[in-house]
């Protein structure tokens, strides 16, 4: 898909951050976006600033963990533009704690949303990009898809998981012309840290032994405000992958995603966790 102008692309998680900044930056190269998110007044807004005339842009509200409720985005999608060329699996959140201190029942929500609603979005599109021999699937993963860090192990599991799902589908749909990659963002100014609160409260609020754990990471959280990019860092590596032929299997950014990647590959564990401080 060189061209972006007249392409409809799915984006999941519209209504703020990364997917929100996405949204409008293919609107600016002239895509017809689908916007998927559950606060329909936030998808409202931004299809209103996308395009007044509702010609391009559709809003389509609903719980991306709902079956019934990916199926109707699809089919809305269609109804409206007739095909989907592209899908970008951005909607997702964090949960954080100890471990022994998440219910199972946090850590399936967390993978239901992160991964598989993901998985069964994309099952939902890929059959017509396949018959059609054309389309592009971009997940949005995360520099914690290969960095775990303590107290986040169930939300950089569900990014690792989207790594080695995002590495199987590339080549089963090359064959067919359907092109996939994986964008791993840093650290970006979005919702984010305030949903992962949010989700992970009654977990925080007393992490008894591990509260050294989590002092450092506030630590760090605060450290990387410093360096955190803006969404609009990684909207641009989605029209990039989107814009390519040949798109590359993963794309990274900001720059310190780049920096925390290469170290993560050069050094041996200890040595990188203790240079992250992720060692007690
Ligand atoms: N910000 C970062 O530092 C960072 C770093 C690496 C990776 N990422 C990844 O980037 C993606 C976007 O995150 P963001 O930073 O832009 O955070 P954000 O501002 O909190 O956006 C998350 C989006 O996901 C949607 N969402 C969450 N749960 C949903 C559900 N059950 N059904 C439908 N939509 C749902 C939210 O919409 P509603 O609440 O309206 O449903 C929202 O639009 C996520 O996959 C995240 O893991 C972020």
Not at 63 to 92: M, P, Q, Y
Request: aromatic share 6%.
């Amino acid at each position: 898909m060189p061209a972006l102008a007249g392409q409809v692309v799915l984006i999941t998680g519209a209504s703020s951050g990364i997917g929100e900044a996405t949204a409008r930056r293919l609107a600016r190269a002239g895509a017809k976006v689908v916007l998927a998110a559950r606060r329909l007044d936030r998808l409202e807004a931004l299809a209103r600033e996308i395009d007044p005339t509702g010609v391009t842009v559709l809003v389509v509200a609903g719980d991306i963990t709902s079956e019934a409720d990916r199926r109707v985005l699809v089919t809305e999608a269609l109804k409206k533009f007739g095909r989907i060329d592209a899908l970008v699996n951005n909607a997702g959140f964090g949960t954080r704690g100890a471990l022994e201190m998440v219910p199972v029942e946090a850590i399936r929500r967390n993978f239901e949303t992160n991964v598989f609603s993901l998985l069964a979005l994309t099952q939902l599109v890929v059959p017509a990009m396949r018959e059609r021999g054309n389309g592009c699937i971009v997940n949005i993963g995360s520099v914690a898809g290969k960095i775990a860090r303590p107290l986040s192990s169930i939300y950089d599991a569900t990014k690792h998981a989207l790594e080695a799902f995002t590495d199987g589908l590339r080549g089963e749909l090359r064959p067919f012309g359907v092109r996939v990659a994986l964008i791993r963002p840093g650290f970006i100014q979005t919702e984010f840290i305030a949903a992962a609160d949010k989700a992970s409260d009654q977990y925080l609020a007393n992490v008894g032994p591990y509260a050294p754990f989590w002092a450092d990471t506030r630590a760090g959280v605060q450290k990387l405000r410093r360096v955190a990019g803006v969404p609009d860092d990684i909207a641009r590596l989605v029209e990039c992958a989107l814009r390519s032929d040949n798109p590359a299997p993963r794309y990274s950014g900001p720059f310190h995603a780049k920096i925390f990647l290469l170290l993560k590959w050069l050094l041996p564990d200890r040595v990188f966790e203790y240079a992250l401080r992720l060692k007690k």
